[in-house]
């Protein structure tokens, strides 16, 4: 014991001993006139100031709070692990947010989705021709109760070496549950890495066939070593499921009206990790031009989900910001190019059935034109999570 306290002793001290000595670099710091006056936090915490005040109104000062607090996560239990984690998390105070969703009916959904279509330059449906929204008994997601901020222990594995559940924003689930994937559908998730929403979609055991694709090489080794880590060696090798590594937007010259479902959750400005890393930070002085090239890419992005869906197949975008720019006006854009450059016809489907379920769990702006978005709010620290859903009509 007295060996073991020693041990600890020593290493705290050694750790102090490393915040006193200056950190070596790589490379030479920078000269101070090219070294970055702010860091990126900064710089995007003003942007969203100077955009999300207007956008947002008077709940930008509760949402940017919430941003800059701790995020909550959910885990989603993967039913390839041998053992039940649904009792054990219960034991420590969590619930499963889609089994105890509010499964009422919304009243005057349909005279209300009337007005939404009106103020929009695309036609919003009221849902009655499309199958109706069934949520997967077989996608469970557990969460604190609200203002309850406990953190989940990390995931153990089994005895053949998979995980008993997958951490991630709760609200990310979301675009998965509207995806409403039925037996035997055929999926693509455009931009899967690291792999959270394609697991969630995995855990249907419904789909037919799924393609997993993210341009980005380092990213999809990533997305691998997730599935190794949550799917059987048997069912990975199996070939129904596919990983692939190419640049989305072409997607619509390699497969076209071929897919049930496709998920595209294209990369975004990430409002939560912008303000809280300077690590990967889309707001470096040196990504000025990537970043302002977001709305483009994600339109392309969007638009090659829609070829390769096919006619009848159901579309979600979805993204982790609150930019109106890279949500609303890329939806609008890409449905707009869909028509003129393609001739196909969209119609945007009415999520609040969806949000009308989860209200509970999740705090969603009210009234957006068009999709839906989850703010976050401290009591319930989710989000931003925006989706959009299309359905293709021709
Ligand atoms: C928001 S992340 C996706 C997160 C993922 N859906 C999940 O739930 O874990 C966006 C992803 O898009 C990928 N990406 C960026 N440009 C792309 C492109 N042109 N084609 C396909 N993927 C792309 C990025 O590498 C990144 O992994």
Redesign the pocket.
């Known amino acids: 014991m007295a060996l073991l306290m020693d041990s600890r002793l020593l290493l705290r001290k050694i750790k102090d001993l490393r915040n006193l000595t200056p950190k070596r670099y790589r490379v030479k710091e920078k000269w101070a006139t090219t070294r970055a006056k702010y860091p990126s936090t900064t710089l995007a915490l003003r942007h969203f100031d100077s955009t999300y005040d207007s956008q947002l109104g008077k709940l930008w000062p509760s949402v940017r709070v919430a941003l800059l607090s701790e995020r909550k996560y959910g885990a989603l239990l993967n039913n390839f692990f041998q053992h039940a984690c649904l009792e054990d998390l219960e034991s420590q105070g969590c619930h499963d947010f889609i089994r105890d969703a509010d499964n009422e009916v919304q009243p005057s959904l349909e005279q209300e989705s009337g007005v939404v279509a009106e103020k929009e330059s695309v036609c919003v449906s009221d849902n009655q021709l499309l199958s109706p929204l069934q949520l997967s008994p077989n996608i469970k997601c557990l969460v604190f109760p609200r203002g309850n901020i406990s953190r989940f222990k990390p995931a153990r594995p089994d005895k053949f070496g998979l995980l008993g559940y997958y951490l991630?924003d709760a609200a990310?689930v979301l675009p998965c549950l509207a995806l409403n994937i039925q037996e035997g559908h055929n999926v693509l998730?455009?931009?899967?890495?690291?792999?959270?929403?394609?697991?969630?979609l995995l855990q249907t055991l419904s789909l037919g066939f799924m393609c997993m694709?993210?341009?980005?090489v380092s990213?999809?080794m990533r997305?691998k070593r997730?599935l190794k880590s949550y799917v059987p060696k048997e069912r990975l090798s199996d070939e129904k499921l596919r990983v692939t590594s190419?640049?989305?937007?072409?997607?619509g010259e390699i497969e076209r009206n071929t897919f049930d479902r496709v998920?595209v959750?294209?990369?975004?400005t990430?409002d939560r990790h912008s303000v809280m890393e300077d690590d990967n930070n889309i707001f470096k002085k040196n990504r000025v031009g990537e970043r302002r090239r977001l709305p483009q890419?994600q339109t392309?992005?969007l638009l090659?989900g829609i070829l390769a869906a096919c006619p009848g197949g159901e579309i979600v975008y979805?993204?982790?910001t609150l930019s109106q720019l890279q949500n609303q006006s890329v939806v609008e854009q890409a449905v707009h190019l869909a028509h003129e450059n393609h001739g196909i016809q969209l119609q945007v489907v009415d999520l609040r059935p969806l949000t009308h379920m989860f209200r509970k769990t999740f705090h969603f702006v009210p009234d957006l034109p068009l999709g839906e978005m989850v703010i976050p709010h401290l009591a319930a620290n989710f989000g931003p999570i925006y989706m959009c859903k299309l359905w293709r009509l021709t």
């Not at 998730?189 to 969630?200: I, R």
């Not at 694709?213 to 980005?216: Q, T």
């Not at 190419?246 to 997607?251: K, L, Y």
């Not at 959750?265 to 975004?268: A, F, H, I, L, T």
């Open positions: 991630m990310s998730d455009l931009c899967a890495a690291p792999g959270g929403k394609s697991l969630a694709n993210d341009s980005s990213r999809t997305l997730v190419f640049d989305g937007t072409m997607w998920l959750d294209v990369p975004c990430t890419l392309e992005l090659a979805s993204t982790c």
